[in-house]
Protein backbone atom coordinates (compact mmCIF):
# COMPACT_ATOMS: atom_id res chain seq x y z
CA UNK A 1 0.00 0.00 0.00
CA UNK A 2 0.97 3.75 -1.11
CA UNK A 3 1.97 5.34 2.58
CA UNK A 4 1.71 9.09 2.66
CA UNK A 5 3.84 11.06 5.60
CA UNK A 6 1.89 13.75 7.71
CA UNK A 7 3.25 17.10 6.21
CA UNK A 8 2.61 15.48 2.51
CA UNK A 9 -1.17 14.31 3.72
CA UNK A 10 -1.52 18.54 4.89
CA UNK A 11 0.24 19.83 1.39
CA UNK A 12 -2.37 17.56 -0.48
CA UNK A 13 -5.11 18.12 1.83
CA UNK A 14 -4.18 22.41 1.58
CA UNK A 15 -4.04 21.96 -2.48
CA UNK A 16 -7.45 20.16 -2.00
CA UNK A 17 -8.84 22.68 -0.40
CA UNK A 18 -7.64 25.30 -3.18
CA UNK A 19 -9.51 24.00 -5.95
CA UNK A 20 -12.69 26.00 -5.76
CA UNK A 21 -14.62 23.31 -4.18
CA UNK A 22 -14.52 20.89 -7.40
CA UNK A 23 -13.98 17.18 -6.46
CA UNK A 24 -10.21 16.54 -7.04
CA UNK A 25 -8.27 13.31 -7.07
CA UNK A 26 -4.15 13.13 -7.42
CA UNK A 27 -2.65 11.34 -9.48
CA UNK A 28 0.53 10.09 -9.73
CA UNK A 29 2.66 9.38 -12.67
CA UNK A 30 5.70 6.72 -12.15
CA UNK A 31 7.66 7.37 -15.73
CA UNK A 32 10.21 4.37 -17.01
CA UNK A 33 13.27 4.81 -16.02
CA UNK A 34 16.30 4.23 -13.75
CA UNK A 35 15.39 1.24 -11.51
CA UNK A 36 17.73 3.71 -9.25
CA UNK A 37 16.40 7.08 -10.07
CA UNK A 38 12.70 6.60 -11.03
CA UNK A 39 10.87 9.78 -12.18
CA UNK A 40 7.14 10.57 -11.49
CA UNK A 41 4.80 12.86 -11.65
CA UNK A 42 1.93 14.42 -9.29
CA UNK A 43 -1.30 16.26 -10.45
CA UNK A 44 -4.76 16.80 -9.03
CA UNK A 45 -7.31 16.34 -11.36
CA UNK A 46 -10.69 15.96 -11.41
CA UNK A 47 -12.14 12.19 -11.05
CA UNK A 48 -13.82 12.06 -13.95
CA UNK A 49 -10.32 12.52 -15.70
CA UNK A 50 -9.48 9.01 -14.76
CA UNK A 51 -8.36 7.02 -17.10
CA UNK A 52 -8.79 3.73 -18.56
CA UNK A 53 -5.59 1.71 -17.19
CA UNK A 54 -5.80 3.65 -13.69
CA UNK A 55 -6.96 2.37 -10.23
CA UNK A 56 -8.28 4.62 -7.83
CA UNK A 57 -6.97 3.85 -4.44
CA UNK A 58 -9.12 5.57 -1.21
CA UNK A 59 -6.85 7.08 1.47
CA UNK A 60 -8.33 8.66 4.56
CA UNK A 61 -8.69 12.37 3.45
CA UNK A 62 -8.46 11.49 -0.92
CA UNK A 63 -8.67 9.41 -3.51
CA UNK A 64 -4.99 8.49 -5.49
CA UNK A 65 -5.44 7.43 -9.36
CA UNK A 66 -2.19 5.03 -10.42
CA UNK A 67 -2.11 3.49 -13.37
CA UNK A 68 -2.27 -0.67 -12.74
CA UNK A 69 1.45 -1.05 -13.92
CA UNK A 70 2.59 1.60 -11.68
CA UNK A 71 0.40 0.59 -8.58
CA UNK A 72 2.79 -2.67 -7.88
CA UNK A 73 5.93 -1.03 -7.93
CA UNK A 74 4.52 2.03 -5.73
CA UNK A 75 3.39 -0.60 -3.25
CA UNK A 76 4.64 -0.12 0.30
CA UNK A 77 6.28 3.36 -1.79
CA UNK A 78 6.38 6.64 0.81
CA UNK A 79 5.19 9.91 -0.35
CA UNK A 80 6.21 12.72 1.34
CA UNK A 81 7.09 16.85 1.00
CA UNK A 82 10.52 18.00 1.54
CA UNK A 83 11.21 21.28 2.07
CA UNK A 84 14.92 22.24 1.66
CA UNK A 85 17.32 25.46 1.22
CA UNK A 86 15.60 26.84 -2.31
CA UNK A 87 13.46 24.10 -2.85
CA UNK A 88 10.81 21.91 -1.89
CA UNK A 89 8.38 19.01 -3.23
CA UNK A 90 6.78 16.04 -3.20
CA UNK A 91 9.47 12.83 -2.88
CA UNK A 92 8.83 9.28 -3.39
CA UNK A 93 10.98 6.89 -1.39
CA UNK A 94 11.39 2.96 -1.39
CA UNK A 95 9.38 2.76 -5.14
CA UNK A 96 10.69 -1.33 -6.06
CA UNK A 97 12.61 -1.43 -9.12
CA UNK A 98 11.71 -2.06 -12.58
CA UNK A 99 14.75 -4.29 -13.18
CA UNK A 100 18.13 -5.25 -10.69
CA UNK A 101 20.81 -2.46 -11.59
CA UNK A 102 24.25 -3.67 -12.07
CA UNK A 103 27.62 -2.28 -11.94
CA UNK A 104 29.06 -5.02 -13.71
CA UNK A 105 31.13 -5.27 -17.27
CA UNK A 106 33.81 -3.36 -18.77
CA UNK A 107 31.77 0.04 -19.31
CA UNK A 108 31.65 -0.47 -15.50
CA UNK A 109 35.00 -0.78 -15.15
CA UNK A 110 36.24 2.26 -16.84
CA UNK A 111 33.78 4.27 -15.18
CA UNK A 112 35.07 3.11 -11.87
CA UNK A 113 38.58 3.11 -12.53
CA UNK A 114 38.14 6.98 -13.44
CA UNK A 115 36.30 7.88 -10.35
CA UNK A 116 39.12 5.56 -8.11
CA UNK A 117 41.81 7.15 -9.55
CA UNK A 118 41.10 11.01 -10.99
CA UNK A 119 37.72 11.60 -9.03
CA UNK A 120 38.36 10.28 -5.66
CA UNK A 121 41.65 11.41 -4.80
CA UNK A 122 40.62 15.42 -5.67
CA UNK A 123 37.84 15.21 -3.68
CA UNK A 124 38.83 13.44 -1.02
CA UNK A 125 40.84 16.71 0.32
CA UNK A 126 37.02 17.91 1.32
CA UNK A 127 36.43 14.62 3.01
CA UNK A 128 34.42 13.46 -0.07
CA UNK A 129 34.38 10.35 -2.53
CA UNK A 130 31.66 9.13 -5.28
CA UNK A 131 30.91 5.51 -5.46
CA UNK A 132 29.38 3.83 -9.02
CA UNK A 133 26.44 1.74 -8.12
CA UNK A 134 25.03 0.98 -11.42
CA UNK A 135 25.19 1.62 -15.36
CA UNK A 136 22.54 0.81 -17.37
CA UNK A 137 23.42 0.90 -21.12
CA UNK A 138 25.17 4.25 -21.33
CA UNK A 139 23.95 5.60 -18.37
CA UNK A 140 25.85 5.53 -15.10
CA UNK A 141 24.13 6.37 -11.95
CA UNK A 142 26.59 7.43 -9.17
CA UNK A 143 26.29 8.34 -5.10
CA UNK A 144 27.94 10.68 -3.40
CA UNK A 145 29.29 10.09 -0.20
CA UNK A 146 31.44 11.58 3.27
CA UNK A 147 31.62 15.76 2.75
CA UNK A 148 29.60 15.58 -0.71
CA UNK A 149 26.86 14.41 0.77
CA UNK A 150 24.46 16.98 1.31
CA UNK A 151 27.18 19.74 0.31
CA UNK A 152 25.29 22.77 -0.93
CA UNK A 153 27.95 22.81 -3.99
CA UNK A 154 27.65 18.81 -4.73
CA UNK A 155 25.60 19.67 -7.39
CA UNK A 156 28.39 21.35 -8.88
CA UNK A 157 31.17 19.36 -8.30
CA UNK A 158 29.02 16.50 -10.12
CA UNK A 159 28.45 19.11 -13.34
CA UNK A 160 31.55 20.49 -13.65
CA UNK A 161 34.12 18.40 -12.36
CA UNK A 162 33.35 14.80 -12.13
CA UNK A 163 30.97 14.26 -15.36
CA UNK A 164 33.76 16.33 -17.58
CA UNK A 165 36.04 14.34 -16.04
CA UNK A 166 33.89 11.15 -16.54
CA UNK A 167 32.72 12.09 -20.64
CA UNK A 168 36.53 12.75 -21.30
CA UNK A 169 38.16 9.32 -20.34
CA UNK A 170 34.72 7.37 -21.11
CA UNK A 171 32.79 9.65 -23.93
CA UNK A 172 30.44 6.68 -24.47
CA UNK A 173 28.37 7.64 -21.51
CA UNK A 174 25.26 9.72 -22.38
CA UNK A 175 23.45 10.41 -18.83
CA UNK A 176 25.08 10.68 -15.43
CA UNK A 177 22.40 10.55 -12.41
CA UNK A 178 23.27 11.27 -8.83
CA UNK A 179 21.15 9.04 -6.67
CA UNK A 180 22.14 10.20 -3.65
CA UNK A 181 19.63 10.77 -0.71
CA UNK A 182 21.54 14.21 0.45
CA UNK A 183 19.14 14.68 3.01
CA UNK A 184 19.83 11.25 4.86
CA UNK A 185 21.42 11.45 8.05
CA UNK A 186 21.08 13.78 11.38
CA UNK A 187 24.44 16.17 9.40
CA UNK A 188 24.52 15.05 6.22
CA UNK A 189 27.25 17.53 5.95
CA UNK A 190 31.02 17.12 6.12
CA UNK A 191 31.61 19.10 9.45
CA UNK A 192 33.90 22.41 9.64
CA UNK A 193 37.13 22.56 11.30
CA UNK A 194 37.36 25.39 13.89
Known amino acids: ML?????????VRSYLAQSAGEPRALRITLHDGSPLAPRYDLALVAPADRQDDEIAVA????????????????????????????????QIRDVRPGAPPTAEGPFADRVRQVLNERVNPGIAA??????????????????MGGGCQGCALSRM??????????????????????????????????????
Not at 159 to 184: C, K, N, S
Open 3 to 11: TFTDRAREV
Open 59 to 90: TQDFTVLVSEGSLARLDGATVDFVERDHESGF
Open 126 to 143: HGGAIELVAVEGTEVYIE
Open 157 to 194: TLRQGVERMLRDAVPEITELHDVTDHAVGANPYFPRKA
